[in-house]
């Protein structure tokens, strides 16, 4: 019981931080048809980013940086780099980003060395939120969960409230006709993929903070990200917050589950021939929760690949 | 038919030079050459058939492993010849391939991209946890045996059987291009809807570009197999799809030897600079994504390009600019380097360390031998001179060389010389 | 003083040179219909002008200002709307969205429109303005998509083949919209190819043949000219 609660919340915050980040990605294939491989690589920075100005100036100070500094090299990339390629077509520009993700990679190698550094939570944080079965559950992954629902919040009154919104759902459709209107859609584009590259930098500021910081995170949690878009349909926002939510609840129970092929077997009475055969049929459900996301990804290709949401064509 | 004389020479080259180098050569070579194969295998599906896969790794590790698992049976005895070894990469690349391509040709464009991608990384989070097909994290070991004469216990052996299956193998890859299930892959790529009107299965073709290309893939990974004599999951890594992306694209993916011209750059580069520095990967990805950027259709697309104006080009009035160009570039990079060294010493260990041994300020550092003093002018104006003098070469020579290449493009159109 | 001028306009897709060498001027606020076969140019015209298909050569002038190779939206600014020939509304948005969407500032000595009149002028529009404008007629979302161009408070209005696969009721209804918009001021130019609407609502009417201008006049003189009607309008 303790297990299922706990896990239950660790899923669905895990699910609400993936979804900080894929909504980015989201929102920016969906607009613009670019899908940026270098999104995870903005993830990674606003962690480091974070971790370098909250080294100085405090933790409150790098969450609020962080986001912006990110955002900021997101609008620099839209404006600059993405347009010299665009005529090549959606391959190079997908190129692009690949190589855009591998040079922030290196560059925080360079900076901050090839180890995680000890970027960690404030101490006005750690604290237990509350008990549960003699567990403390710590208060820092509620902070979290927290702060990726406000930014929903945030985002979807932003789209369906303010004008602003509407000219951007306008252009996500028709951006030619959206120009055509009057509205400077340039500036638009460049905007929205600042935003998402900023929302990916917060994601990276908060949850930095807990798990580990380290060179790797940004290649990690991109390929699960991917995995998102494709399960939710890439465009869809309520695809993607479906995805992560159900993704981030399959690992958080894997973790907890000692059943194996084998344990099936033995419900026919064949358990020990199974475990003498080895190999797949006993490996536990709990070692091989890295590769969930994966596996969901082929079975919703299988039975539906436009994926959850369905996608726009 | 020109190229048959270049190539001639080549293989000559590569048949009658090794002997003469030195070890590290050799292994230069070899790795040089199954980068090659695997590049070329990759780009018959994402130069040709228009399909980027991110997740090539996964066939060039089955490839592997599956050759590793032979290697043992021949250890213990099975008469399997050892220059055959590679069928065993072969196999497994398209037996894999087979599955991996039913299900990731079911999307296309990006998504297509993702699930290749996820695939891989599928294997990679698999193999550490499975002891036995993928010897769990340490990996397997097997030993290369003796066979019709040959010990196969040298580099050199080891190349030859290297450079025999390569080339073999890019002759069956261009022989495919000229059958017409090769055109169909490349009309794949430029207009799938059309294909499938024309009455093709485009569905069907895809995979099978897809099991070609993961095939080949495979013997690439055997090849890495019988020369490592070792292997472990870190072969399913997305740095090792992300290689040979890059290999692929710096290259040229519009020409069918562009991946092998990438290939012998980046694996000549990281040889060369990775015992200099260890930002090369920095680097590397610098230069790939300045190669997209600036010279979109690769190094091969570019000397293609040369190659078909070759009449039209006045070498007097384009070498001058070339040459500006080529200092300006030149210029540049010294810049760059400067700054990345600098960057890479300043905030390492060691100097984190003379940091505080010298009570909190900023001391001098050792970079090529000189030493520097990181707040002096001295440090900082050479990378600014380097990169601002560079760049304004590098716009110079811009202004003029684009003119020269739009008429001489100009005239090519007129005559319709294509 | 022509409000809009064109000269020596050229226009490309990719290879193909669609316009070649367009030279007009559109009197002031009158209507004037731009007639032609499929394939003449026409609606590369517009768009040209609207800068959604850049110029390869040539001026367009509003008032005398060059706009050739400015980005729409820069276009759209300075005063001239554009109301396309596939209509675009945006199917995602609501009615009242989509007119949001096209309203501008209002502009010193040029008409200006209110949604509030757009609503007085099609009680229809009114009624569904929460619905989803991809869920309405084929005629209600030509009455959107001319109202938000309209909102933008345009000195000129490009309008291409707004009475294409409508009911002849529907026709009478936007014939009747233009005409409004016309006697307001607003200069218009009309892409139709249905003669008989054409030449009841234009002042002048232009012939285009293989992207250049044929001809040039009254309705009364297109009529009387059998040649020109047989080489550029007719069916071969």
Known sequence: MEFAIISALNGVIYGLLLFMVSAGLTLIFGMMGVLNFAHASFYMLGAYIAYAVSSIFGFWAGLLVAPLIVGGVGMLVERYLLPRVHAHGHAHELLLTFGLALIIEEAVKLFFGDFPVNYQMPESLRFAAFSLFDTNYPFYRLFIGGIAVAMFIALWLLLSRTRTGIIVRAAERLPAMAEALGHNIPVVFMSVFGTGAALAGLAGAVAGAFYPTNPNMGLELGVIVFVVVVVGGLGSLKGSLLASLMIGLFSSYAVGIDWSLATLFDLAGLGGWARAVGGLITMEVSSISGTIPFVLMLLVLLIRPAGLMGERN | ?418 | ?236
């Open chain 3, 1 to 236: 003083m022509s409000l809009l001028r064109i000269e020596g306009l050229h226009a490309h897709y990719g290879k193909s040179h669609i316009l070649h060498g367009i030279d007009l001027s559109l009197p002031d606020g009158a209507i004037v219909s731009l007639l032609g076969r499929n394939g003449s140019g026409r609606s590369t015209l517009l768009k040209a002008i609207m800068g959604l298909v850049p110029p390869s050569a040539g001026a367009v002038r509003l008032a005398g200002r060059d706009l050739a190779g400015a980005r729409p939206f820069d276009i759209c600014r300075q005063g001239i709307g554009y109301v396309p020939e596939e209509r675009l509304v945006f199917p995602n948005l609501t009615v009242a969205e989509n007119l949001a969407m096209g309203v501008q500032k209002a502009r010193p000595g040029v008409p200006e429109w209110s949604v509030a009149e757009m609503y007085a002028y099609f009680p229809r529009l009114k009624e569904r303005r929460a619905v989803r404008a991809g869920y309405l007629s084929g005629g209600e979302q030509q009455m959107l998509t001319i109202c938000r161009s309209l909102l933008g408070n345009p000195r000129v209005l490009l309008i291409d083949e707004p009475t294409e696969g409508l009911a002849p009721r529907v026709v009478e209804v936007v014939m009747e919209v233009i005409l409004d918009i016309g006697r307001r001021g607003v200069t218009v130019m009309l892409v139709e190819q249905k003669l008989t609407i054409a030449l009841k609502v234009a002042r002048e009417v232009m012939v285009m043949g293989h992207g250049e201008i044929m001809f040039r006049g009254t309705p009364a003189a297109l009529d009387e000219a059998p040649d020109v009607r047989r080489n550029w309008l007719e069916v071969a």
């Open chain 2, 1 to 418: 038919m020109r190229t048959i004389i270049p190539a001639a020479i080549l293989l000559i080259a590569l048949l009658a030079v090794p002997p003469f180098l030195g070890l590290g050569w050799q292994n230069a070579l070899v790795n040089l050459l199954i980068a090659s194969l695997f590049a070329l295998a990759f780009n018959l599906l994402s130069g040709q058939a228009g399909l980027l896969s991110f997740g090539h790794a996964a066939y060039f590790g089955v490839g592997a492993f599956a050759t590793l698992h032979l290697m043992i049976a021949v250890e213990d005895g099975l008469p399997f010849p050892t220059p055959l070894l590679p069928l065993a990469g072969a196999g497994a690349g398209l037996a894999v391939g087979l599955v991996a391509g039913v299900f990731a040709t079911k999307r296309s464009g990006v998504y297509f991209a993702l699930v290749t991608l996820a695939i891989a990384e599928l294997f990679h989070s698999l193999a550490p946890h499975l002891q036995g097909w993928f010897g769990g994290e340490s990996g397997i070991s097997a030993m290369r045996m003796p066979w019709g004469g040959f010990v196969f216990g040298s580099l050199l052996e080891v190349y030859y059987l290297t450079l025999g299956w390569v080339v073999l193998s890019i002759l069956v890859l261009w022989a495919y291009t000229r059958t017409p299930f090769g055109r169909l892959t490349l009309a794949l790529r430029d207009n799938e809807q059309r294909v499938r009107f024309l009455g093709y299965d485009a569905h069907a073709a895809k995979v099978v570009v897809f099991t070609i290309s993961a095939m080949f893939s495979g013997v690439a990974g055997a090849l890495l197999a019988i020369s490592n004599e070792t292997a472990n999951y870190a072969l399913f890594s997305a740095h090792v799809s992300a290689q040979v992306v890059l290999h692929t694209f710096v290259g040229g993916a519009t020409i069918f030897l562009g991946p092998v011209i990438g290939a012998v750059v980046f694996t000549l580069f990281a040889y060369i600079v990775s015992d200099l520095t260890r930002s090369w990967l920095f680097y590397q990805g610098l230069i790939f994504v300045l190669v997209m950027l600036y010279a979109p259709i690769g190094i091969g697309g570019v000397i293609r390009h040369h190659l078909r104006h070759w009449r039209s080009i006045d070498w007097s009035r384009l070498a001058a600019p070339y040459a500006l160009a080529g200092v300006g570039g030149a210029m540049i990079a010294g810049g760059v380097v400067f700054l990345t060294e600098c960057v890479a010493i300043l905030f390492g260990e060691e100097y984190a360390v003379a940091m505080r041994d010298a009570g909190d300020t900023l001391p001098p550092f050792e970079m090529a031998g000189m030493s520097w003093d990181p707040l002096g002018p001295a440090s900082w104006l050479p990378p600014i001179l380097l990169l601002s003098i560079g760049g304004l070469c590098l716009h110079r020579a811009r202004d003029r060389i684009k003119p020269l290449w739009d008429a001489i493009e100009g005239g090519a159109a007129k005559e319709g010389t294509r």
